[in-house]
């Protein structure tokens, strides 16, 4: 079986809701397993400051069959059942959900014709709120290129007071 990571966010309605949900219906999937999720930590807004705070979780799948393309389409059909509308002018805006794939066994993958897919996920080392659940659950977690997850959050400016993040 293949670990895969993948984070969730939501600031829209009931975002824990979303979030929850979200994983539900993961588990759903064939030849998936949702192994682990991560606590909610409540983040603020990355890029785009006025709007809510986000939820933000982290889970890990095990995988039977699934190769990544394949999960990354299931991952992305899921967020527009949920009511995901992508606008390509507010790429930071408000969401129902968010559903990322952060990494994929120890794939290291850039496709040039598959520009959404690369792995592990391009912004993975600059957010606080995807390193923190991913911690919580994955702690000894090393990236294929060698770097710990501890060693990105130490290099990462950013402030944790309970459930909320700052970054």
């Given at each position: 079986?293949?670990?895969?990571y993948?984070?969730?966010g939501?600031?829209m ?31 603020e ?29 299931e ?50 080392h ?7 659940p ?9 990236l294929?290129?060698g ?21």
């Amino acid at each position: 079986m293949t670990e895969a990571y993948i984070g969730l966010g939501s600031n829209m309605g009931d975002s824990a809701a979303y979030l929850s949900r979200a994983v539900e219906q993961i588990a759903l999937l064939p030849g998936i397993r949702v192994d682990a999720v991560s606590s909610v930590f409540h983040t603020e807004p990355q890029g785009r400051k006025e709007q809510p705070w986000f939820c933000n979780a982290v889970a890990r799948l095990l995988c039977e069959t699934i190769w990544t393309q394949a999960l990354l389409g299931e991952l992305l059909m899921l967020e527009e059942r949920m009511g995901r509308i992508r606008d390509p002018f507010d790429r930071f805006g408000p969401r129902v959900i968010d559903i990322d794939l952060l990494l994929f066994g120890k794939e290291a993958v850039h496709i040039s014709s598959e520009p959404e897919l690369v792995l592990p996920h391009p912004r993975l080392h600059e957010r606080a709120f995807v390193l923190m659940p991913l911690h919580e659950i994955a702690p000894g977690l090393i990236l294929p290129d060698g770097r710990t997850v501890c060693a990105l959050l130490a290099d990462l400016p950013h402030r944790v007071e309970e459930d909320r993040i700052y970054q």
